[in-house]
């Protein structure tokens, strides 16, 4: 038995352990501990839900035979979100869609600006500060629907999942600067969609 | 105070991690209307990520795994159990082939020329080489895809 004082995860080393000689239904605690970040990934990076249900169980059947392979330098639920980034990656290369790609123009970048003015909510009422944050909330949410995959799930791991760097760096194999420089771009463009929308009115 | 405007990326950071910002920063955007909008954006931005609600799959996903993988061990387990048989199999392979026609191969051997042999040795070993590099890029690909841990 491993002294869980002397580890920095006792818990996934003990439900490892516990796996590895033979009681596989310990498993069910892994995937009910971890299923929240794969349906994360995979909600993002995924649009058809028959292709989810496939990836998701795949994703827990690989991380059970590697499972031996687990060296602790993560945490469980790093490494098996990983596996889920890793395993939808090659599903969207295998139906050859796109990945990264944000169709941007930055030369219309000052004309947007000007508009940028008009968010200054001091101006107005606390009532209508609150009705204007509701409806840019939920423009917003749309828009980060239309975001390419690898760009929403770096944003719903930062934004919405809470993760450090380092933990995104790890789940996705990105290198540091790449991963904040795609989160700053999705972010700018977002940015700019919001700005379009008031631009041509519809706020 | 600078006049120029501060760049999205400062921005960016004055939201996420103002206690980190540089004072010209801050003091940037507390003073400029343009700036400060710009930020609350990212506010509204930021906000609007953190209250989507997360989703959850419809299914018992741990019922699915689990009837696929009851009964079985993780793959390595199996895989160390059934090594050491192959193992065994293969030394007692080795040692009756030796047994039986050691002498036969020492005299075949023998009765090749040395440059056939050294052409022979030379050739198998660049293709062992190859082989083993090609062994160590796929594994190392393998590695960095799924076993970082």
Not at chain 2, 24 to 47: G, N, T
Request: with cysteine; aromatic share 12%.
């Amino acid at each position: 038995m491993v002294d869980k004082a002397e580890t920095n995860n006792p818990t996934d080393q003990y439900l490892i352990e516990k796996i590895l000689s033979g009681n596989t239904k310990t498993f069910e605690i892994i995937i009910n501990n971890t299923k929240g970040l794969v349906a994360q990934i995979a909600f993002k990076m995924i649009s058809n839900d028959e292709d989810r249900r496939d990836i998701a169980q795949e994703v827990y059947l690989k991380a059970f035979k590697d499972l031996p392979n687990f060296r602790f330098r993560s945490k469980l639920s790093t490494w098996i979100g990983q596996i889920t980034y890793n395993t939808c990656l090659n599903y969207l290369e295998k139906k050859k869609l796109v990945l990264l790609d944000i169709s941007d123009n930055d030369a219309h970048d000052e004309v947007l600006d000007v508009f940028s003015n008009k968010f200054n909510l001091e101006s107005i009422s606390e009532t209508e500060s609150r009705f204007f944050e509701k409806e840019v909330s939920e423009i917003f949410k749309l828009e980060i629907e239309k975001l390419p995959p690898v760009y929403k799930t770096l944003i719903t791991l930062y934004h919405n999942e809470e993760l450090s760097y380092e933990e995104i760096i790890q789940i996705t194999g990105l290198p540091e600067g790449t991963a904040k420089n795609y989160l700053f771009r999705a972010r700018k463009y977002l940015k700019k969609q919001i700005l379009r929308k008031y631009k041509r009115g519809d706020l | 105070m600078t006049d120029e405007h501060i760049s999205d990326n400062d921005i960016q950071q004055y939201v996420l991690d103002k206690p980190n910002c540089t004072n010209a920063i801050i003091e940037h955007v507390d003073i400029c209307p343009s700036c400060k909008a710009k930020a609350h954006i990212y506010q509204l931005l930021f906000s609007a990520i953190k209250h989507q609600s997360k989703p959850i799959f419809e299914f018992d996903l741990a019922g699915l795994v689990l009837s696929c993988i009851t009964n079985h061990k993780p793959a390595n387990s199996k895989a160390t159990s059934l090594v050491w048989p192959f193992a065994f199999f293969g030394v007692c392979s080795i040692c009756a082939i030796g047994y039986l026609f050691g002498q036969h191969l020492i005299n075949m051997f023998l009765s090749i020329p040395s440059i056939s042999m050294y052409l022979v040795f030379t050739a198998a070993i660049t293709l062992m080489c190859f082989q083993g590099i090609e062994m160590i890029t796929k594994y190392k690909k393998k590695i960095n895809k799924l076993d970082f841990g």
